[in-house]
């Protein structure tokens, strides 16, 4: 039971700001990732690419850290220590003379961003639970939608005032804002008398259930493969508007109109997945996902990989549109089976997912030469990856 003494409405945009560092640290950075490339020294075009997936990469580790830490020691501590360790790498970003330094920086606030990601879930699951908890985390979700939508344009408003520097400025001064915002309104929701020991022997005993169990294990993979075509986008689409398509002051409006196809998606879902089931929805939504790819693929080939821009647009707005629907269901099928042990769980599918995201989108973006096939490409085939391992999870539910 929780012991927060603020209100419900003031919780669920505490918990929203939480989640919401990592959002605001990828994507407000998305316009500056070429002037700091080109400032830094970067050595090839594609390496910009590396300031986005590295930090998911931080954030991949501190996914498997946090967790397990905060059962232990309690979510104030854990929260707290995770800002701090995002404080420290804002502040090597800030200072980074080089290009490596700034790689280096990223994957410290990568480290420090999965924290108030993950516990502040757990906070709610402590006080929370079934629909009630499922009720409060629509409500985050819907303010957390924000980020994204909002994120580009305060980084390119920056740009257009100020050094890219001050992008950094900023994220200290949000985090330390919410550090201090939680310390003043939100108590302990994990009581001593409920808290787990770290355990190694634990931790091995939930990875050996989770490894074992085709449900788990097909749907992280098909999350991870879905995910890594969506860092695909993030680490090339600074590359794809603002170079290619000459769309640079334009490229945070694009980008927010993606977000708000995520939103409609997330919104819809919330609405149809009671009638018709995850499994239903998210069956059309991948293999709507992988049809659009095969067909948008076919028109770009014949357009030497530059088809025009409304055209790109739709495109991408409708395969958003399927992964806002895929990433909820995906995450929420693959822990579907998983009980007793789902604290650790979620750790260990959210740090799976995410490493099989890294590598593939990495991966993808190398190949990115001044076209969109790359792009098309990846979705189609990580698409095509996921249905496959989704479609053996099924086969193997019995």
């Known amino acids: ?9 003031e919780f ?6 939480l989640n919401a560092l990592v959002a605001m640290s990828i994507d407000t ?4 990732i070429g002037l700091i490339a080109t400032e830094l020294g970067a050595a090839h075009p594609n390496d910009r690419q590396l300031i986005i997936t590295l930090f998911f990469a931080g954030m991949t580790v501190g996914t498997l850290i946090h ?10 501590p854990a929260i707290f220590a995770s800002l701090m360790l995002y404080g420290l790498g804002t502040i090597i970003c800030l200072f980074a003379w080089s290009f490596p330094m700034i790689i280096a920086g990223r994957i410290v606030q990568g480290l420090g961003a999965a924290g108030p990601r993950i516990v502040s879930i757990a906070m709610v699951r402590d006080g929370q639970s079934g629909a009630a908890m499922a009720r409060v985390m629509s409500f985050v979700m819907s303010v957390f939608m924000l980020v994204p939508i909002l994120a580009p344009s305060i980084g390119q408003l920056v740009l257009f005032v100020a050094h890219w520097r001050m992008i950094f400025v900023g994220f200290f001064v949000v985090g330390l804002v919410t550090a201090i915002w939680f310390a003043l309104r939100q108590e302990e929701t994990l009581p001593k008398d409920h808290r787990a020991p770290l355990s190694a022997s634990a931790m091995l005993s ?10 788990a294990l097909g749907y992280t993979i098909a999350v991870g493969c879905i995910f890594g075509a ?17 769309q640079g002051e334009w490229f945070a409006v694009w980008f927010g109109v993606f977000a708000v196809a995520i939103a409609i998606a997330m919104i819809l879902n919330g609405r149809l997945v009671m009638r018709f089931g995850m499994r239903t929805l998210s069956k059309y939504a991948l293999r709507g996902e992988i049809a659009l790819s095969l067909a948008f693929f076919t028109v770009a080939v014949i357009m030497s990989g530059h088809p025009p821009l409304w055209f790109l647009g739709a495109y991408l707005f409708f395969t958003f549109f399927c992964c806002g629907i895929l990433f909820g269901n995906y995450n929420a099928l693959a822990m579907e089976p998983m009980g007793r042990i789902a604290g650790m769980a979620a750790a260990i599918s959210g740090s799976l997912s995410s490493f099989i995201a890294i590598v593939t989108g990495g991966i993808a973006g ?3 030469d001044g076209t969109v096939l790359p792009l098309v490409v990846a979705y189609g085939v990580l698409g095509l990856i996921a249905l496959i391992f989704s479609e053996w999870a099924e086969r193997r539910r019995a």
């Open 1 to 9: 039971m929780t012991t927060r003494k603020i209100g419900p409405a």
């Open 12 to 17: 669920i945009v505490l918990v929203a700001v």
């Open 29 to 32: 950075m998305l316009p500056a």
């Open 67 to 76: 967790g397990p830490i905060s059962d232990s020691i309690g979510r104030r």
């Open 206 to 215: 939930a990875a050996g259930q989770f490894f074992r169990h085709p449900v």
């Open 230 to 246: 969506f860092i695909n986008y993030l680490g090339t689409s600074q590359q794809i508007f603002a170079e290619q398509y000459a």
């Open 366 to 368: 190398r190949f990115y």
